[in-house]
């Protein structure tokens, strides 16, 4: 029976687009053999894996460094995953003063990859076992683009597990979210099916971010820890002035830090890897006194 080429062609798209969301590049993500090998292959021997139950959804996470060091968690951004800090998982002089975690954040990576959490409060609410089950000194988070409002939300709700805070070029004012016309469309179901899964989750937690940004502020006040933000000022996908917001917001912080990458974009996170570092290892060395902003 002969195949028309009017069904032939739509067919054949649909086949393309069904096998392209099921490539391993577009999952944003690294196996425990793959990581392992690469932290190997970077003079990083002490690696582990871990994974527990929250919510009904395993949680995943990696750790580099002596578990009897302080804590440093790092939190990536949308879409990403584990993966996407293995620079500093495998970075020497971090890894001399803390054990380093890098998370799958919920839907990403293997924490129930493909299975959106589109609350901030719950993101924070899963991964506040690792603080817990690693506290050992002070407790270091650093996040990037959507995991700065990520430890910001970790911050406010348990401010007695967080000794400082990193925030990479983080979307954490809602007057700065930007919204597109496309985003709600792509979450329809008649569309969503087309998309690679984490892309499908990276929407579907950034179109309620406005509104879940709104529902802090006034938790602001919550966090006492000091707080470093690095931001670049050429960023076109996270307005400069989060950073200012995040200055003017914490008003009962120790101290707060603000570093501007005048000549810099979104993806510092990596190309400033050596920088965020050291200011994640100032904070560790940080003591009780004041600093004038």
């Not at 990576?109 to 002070?138: C, D, M, V, W």
């Not at 407790?139 to 709700?157: C, K, Y």
Request: charge should be positive; hydrophobic fraction near 40%.
């Amino acid at each position: 029976m002969k195949i028309k080429k009017r069904y032939l062609i739509p067919g054949l798209v649909c086949i393309g687009l069904f096998a392209t969301c099921k490539m391993e590049f577009l999952k944003f993500r690294q196996s425990e053999n793959k990581q392992r090998t690469t932290l190997l292959e970077k003079g990083q021997p002490d690696v582990k894996f871990f994974t527990y139950r929250w919510n009904g959804r395993e949680i995943h996470y990696t750790q580099t460094g002596a578990d009897t060091l302080p804590l440093v968690v790092m939190v990536h951004g949308s879409p990403g995953s584990s993966s996407a800090c293995l620079g500093f998982l495998s970075d020497q002089a971090l890894t001399a003063a803390a054990q380093v975690i890098s998370v799958d954040r919920p839907g990403f990576g293997y924490s129930g990859f493909g299975n959106t959490e589109r609350s901030l409060k719950e993101q924070a609410a899963a991964l506040k076992p690792i603080l817990e089950a690693h506290k050992a000194g002070k407790t270091i988070l650093a996040g990037h683009s959507f995991g700065g409002p990520v430890i910001v939300r970790m911050a406010m709700d348990f401010p007695e597990l967080v000794d400082g805070l990193v925030i990479v070029a983080g979307s954490i004012d809602p007057d700065l979210e930007p919204h597109y016309w496309w985003q709600k469309p792509l979450d329809w179901s008649v569309f969503r099916w087309m998309m690679p899964p984490a892309f499908r989750v990276s929407n579907q937690e950034i179109l309620p971010l406005k509104e879940e940004l709104k529902e802090m502020l006034p938790r602001w006040k919550k966090i006492t820890c000091p707080v470093t933000i690095i931001q670049g000022m050429k960023d076109n996908l996270v307005a400069p002035g989060n950073a200012g917001f995040a200055k003017k917001m914490l008003v009962n912080s120790r101290r707060v830090e603000i570093d501007t990458l005048e000549n810099d974009g979104h993806f510092i996170f990596w190309t400033k890897q050596e920088r965020i570092t050291q200011k994640i290892i100032d904070l560790l060395n940080f003591e009780n006194h004041e600093f004038h902003r």
